[in-house]
């Protein structure tokens, strides 16, 4: 635990905006393994580079996502971007506790997290029915 005052408190523009935070290795292929993270149910390699996060509760809407990796050989991924056509698509499945993402390698292909390698990710979603831009 830090030795400071921290605060709980986050200010935004949303209704009750949560964040989850979680990580998982690979295998550079469909194996997923040493998932962890709050509010994170499973995670599965649906195929190359595309994977299916199910969450343990429903929300309304998704806000942002980050994906970082770790180990060596990771120059592969250069970039994450949530895997649908449209916001609605993309609430549709957030609110049916799902949440699908793709990594990109440098050559702008999907491509699996390599062998070895950590996936770290930060998925802000909204609590709330009440959303004063929908």
Do not use: H
Request: proline share 4%; with cysteine.
């Amino acid at each position: 635990m830090a030795n400071r005052y921290l605060k709980d408190r986050q200010l935004s523009f949303e209704q009750e905006p949560v964040t989850l935070y979680f990580n998982f290795a690979s295998n550079g292929s469909t194996t997923v393994s040493a998932i962890k993270g709050g509010g994170i149910a499973t995670i599965t390699a649906a195929a190359t580079g595309i994977y299916t996060v199910t969450l343990s509760d429903s929300y309304s809407k998704v806000l942002s996502f980050k994906l970082n990796t770790i180990g060596t050989n990771l120059g592969v991924i250069v970039a994450a971007y949530p895997n649908y056509s449209s916001m609605a698509n993309m609430t549709t499945a957030i609110k049916a506790k799902t949440f699908a993402f793709v990594t990109v390698s440098a050559t702008a292909t999907p491509a699996y997290v390599p062998n070895g390698g950590v996936a770290v990710c930060e998925l802000v979603v909204r609590n709330s029915s009440v959303g004063p831009w929908d």
